[in-house]
C-alpha cells in the first residue's frame, strides 16, 4: 500500500491558554482534492498553516511524501527548523492565500517567475518559461505584462494560483480562495481549481464554497471546535451527514 502524500499526526495548537486545534490526524492521499468546510473559527486556516509551517504547530508533526516537516528527529527527540531550513520544503507546497499579496512594482509575469527564480535558482530564461505555463493553466498568459493594481480581484488570484503552480509543489494548499473577491468574480477562480482537480493536482482547499465542494473534492472534512468533526466522501459528509453539528452547519446553505 502507497504511503499518503500528506499525513497529520496529533496536531495540536494552541495560543495562550486557547486551544485552537486539539489532536488532529489525518491522511490525505496523491492526485486527490481534499475540502476542509466549517464555521468561522473552527481552526481551518489555522490547520493550512501549521501544514507548511507559518503555524509552528503547539504539538504533533506533519509529513509530506514521508519526510518530516519543519523539524528532525534526533533519538526521541524532534529538533524543529530554523527558517532557512523551512525555505526549500515550502516549496513543496503551495500556498494560495485569502488575499492576494502580489508584489506591486512586479509584472504579473515577474510575480510569478520570481520564486523559481531567486529561491529555487533556477536559471532566469527557464523561470520566466515556466511562469508562462503557469499563467495559461489559469487563462493569464495575456496579462504577463501587467501589474497587479490594472487586474480584477479574481485575475490577482487566478496570479496567485499561478505563483503557486510555478513553484511545481508536491501538493497546492488553498486558504478560502475566493472570500476576498466580489461575488461576480467567485466563478472564474473556482472554475480554474477545478480545472487543476481535473487534471489529479494534490490539493487542500479550505472554503465556504459548500456546492464547489461538493462536485469537486474527493473527501470532504467538516470542523469544528478545533477537530475533525465528520470526513468521509462529498456526498456523505454534504449529502447526508451523520453528526447533527454537520447537519446543522450545511443547513444554512441549502446545499443538499
Not at 492526485?31 to 504547530?57: D, F, H, Q
Not at 503547539?58 to 527558517?83: C, M, N, P, V, W
Not at 529561491?119 to 532566469?124: D, F, N, S, T, V
Not at 472564474?188 to 472554503?207: C, F, N, P, Y
Amino acid at each position: 500500500m502507497n504511503q499518503p502524500l500528506l499525513r497529520i499526526e496529533n496536531l495540536k495548537k494552541s495560543y495562550g491558554i486557547l486551544e485552537v486545534l486539539k489532536d488532529i490526524s489525518l491522511s490525505l492521499e496523491q492526485g486527490r482534492c481534499t475540502a476542509v468546510i466549517g464555521p468561522s473559527g473552527s481552526g481551518k486556516t489555522t490547520m493550512l498553516r501549521c501544514i507548511n509551517y507559518l503555524e509552528v504547530p503547539t504539538a504533533g508533526h506533519i509529513y509530506l511524501a514521508g519526510e518530516l516537516i519543519g523539524e528532525r528527529k534526533q533519538g526521541d527527540r524532534y529538533i524543529s527548523f530554523a527558517e532557512r531550513q523551512l525555505a526549500p520544503q515550502r516549496l513543496e507546497m503551495g500556498f494560495v492565500f485569502q488575499n492576494f499579496y502580489l508584489w506591486p512594482h512586479l509584472s504579473v509575469i515577474e510575480n510569478v517567475a520570481l520564486a523559481p527564480w531567486r529561491i529555487k535558482g533556477m536559471k532566469k530564461d527557464d523561470a520566466f518559461d515556466l511562469a508562462r505555463q503557469a499563467l495559461e493553466k489559469v487563462h493569464m498568459a495575456h496579462k504577463a505584462e501587467e501589474y497587479p493594481e490594472r487586474l480584477s480581484g479574481g485575475q490577482q488570484q487566478r496570479v496567485g494560483i499561478a505563483r503557486a503552480l510555478a513553484q511545481q509543489p508536491k501538493i497546492i494548499l488553498f486558504d478560502e480562495p475566493t472570500s476576498a473577491l466580489d461575488p461576480e468574480l467567485v466563478g472564474e477562480v473556482l472554475s480554474v481549481i477545478g480545472e487543476l482537480a481535473d487534471e489529479g493536482r494534490s490539493m487542500v482547499l479550505v472554503t465556504h464554497e459548500i456546492r464547489f465542494a461538493r462536485d469537486v473534492a474527493h473527501e470532504v472534512i467538516f470542523m469544528d471546535g478545533g477537530l475533525v468533526v465528520e470526513k468521509g466522501a462529498p456526498s456523505d459528509v454534504i449529502g447526508k451527514p451523520a453528526h447533527e453539528r454537520t447537519k446543522k452547519f450545511l443547513s444554512q446553505f441549502h446545499a443538499g
